[in-house]
């Protein structure tokens, strides 16, 4: 009864010791059944980032309980949290979809006129004396443009081209809340960023505060965001300084 206990709690601390430690976890990335190389695999945890090789294949440092983010250039972000089963021989097996691409319909209508073209008109002879006693002389040159360029036309034209693109769409501060508490855990806060419990509500408000998280947002680039939240991290312990 004693080697038994004994047993079961040998066991039960090794299973511990694993689960807290970082160990190799490894995996395979494919999409529509076929490997899927260039998805960055992002340990939200720890910050760590690798990315997959021609076979769709990775292997990063995680333990227990860690968020692994899947993301990659016109593919659906995916986030995985790691369990017991998944550091064993068959390791992570992620399907990635891809971003539908949507195709504007444009209708071409051709106009057909029905008015027939008027014959060019022909301008009636002139004697020599008309010409010359005219209040305009055609034969001597004044200086005017008779068929001059449309100015307007070509200044509305000019315009057209400095019209300014559309502007990314403003996000509230409610909306990048909601962002940032569907993907990213209290865990990254505290152990990647190292803050205290108390300071994440005024770190993300000074976050908030800088108008790139909005163009961020927008973009829906984890890594990025990411990245930006570590660089602002280093700037919230410079002014608490």
């Given at each position: 009864?004693?080697i038994?206990?004994?047993?079961?709690?040998?066991?039960?601390?090794?299973?511990?010791?694993?689960?807290?430690?970082e160990?190799?976890?490894?995996?395979?990335?494919?999409?529509?059944?076929?490997?899927?190389a260039?998805?960055?695999v992002?340990?939200?945890?720890s910050?760590?980032?690798?990315?997959?090789?021609?076979?769709?294949?990775?292997?990063?440092?995680a333990?227990?309980?860690?968020?692994?983010?899947?993301a990659?250039?016109?593919?659906t972000?995916?986030?995985?949290?790691?369990?017991?089963?998944?550091?064993g021989?068959?390791?992570?097996?992620?399907?990635?979809?891809?971003?539908?691409?949507?195709?504007?319909?444009?209708?071409?209508?051709?106009?057909?006129?029905?008015?027939?073209?008027?014959?060019?008109?022909?301008?009636?002879l002139?004697?020599?004396?008309?010409?010359?006693?005219?209040?305009?002389?055609?034969?001597?040159?004044?200086?005017?443009?008779?068929?001059?360029?449309?100015?307007?036309?070509?200044?509305?034209?000019?315009?057209?081209?400095f019209?300014?693109?559309?502007?990314?769409?403003?996000?509230?501060?409610?909306?990048?809340?909601?962002?940032?508490?569907?993907n990213?855990?209290?865990?990254f806060?505290?152990?990647?960023?190292?803050?205290?419990?108390?300071?994440?509500?005024?770190?993300?408000?000074?976050?908030?505060?800088?108008a790139?998280?909005?163009?961020?947002?927008?973009?829906?680039?984890?890594?990025?965001?990411?990245?930006?939240?570590?660089?602002?991290?280093?700037?919230?312990?410079?002014?608490?300084?």
């Amino acid at each position: 009864m004693k080697i038994t206990s004994l047993i079961a709690l040998f066991l039960f601390a090794v299973q511990l010791a694993f689960s807290q430690s970082e160990n190799p976890v490894h995996g395979k990335v494919t999409t529509e059944g076929f490997p899927t190389a260039g998805i960055e695999v992002i340990n939200q945890t720890s910050g760590s980032v690798v990315v997959t090789d021609a076979s769709g294949k990775f292997s990063i440092k995680a333990k227990v309980g860690d968020v692994l983010i899947f993301a990659g250039k016109n593919y659906t972000s995916r986030r995985v949290t790691l369990n017991q089963k998944d550091f064993g021989k068959t390791g992570v097996e992620t399907n990635m979809n891809q971003e539908a691409i949507q195709l504007v319909e444009v209708e071409i209508k051709k106009e057909v006129d029905d008015v027939k073209p008027e014959p060019p008109a022909v301008a009636p002879l002139r004697s020599v004396d008309n010409i010359l006693n005219s209040p305009t002389n055609m034969m001597v040159y004044n200086g005017a443009i008779i068929h001059g360029l449309d100015f307007v036309a070509i200044g509305k034209m000019v315009g057209n081209l400095f019209k300014g693109k559309k502007k990314d769409k403003v996000i509230s501060n409610i909306e990048m809340k909601e962002y940032i508490s569907d993907n990213f855990n209290k865990d990254f806060f505290l152990n990647t960023l190292q803050l205290k419990e108390d300071e994440i509500e005024i770190f993300l408000e000074f976050c908030y505060a800088d108008a790139k998280t909005s163009t961020l947002i927008n973009n829906n680039n984890v890594l990025e965001i990411t990245d930006f939240l570590i660089s602002k991290k280093e700037e919230f312990r410079k002014l608490k300084n």
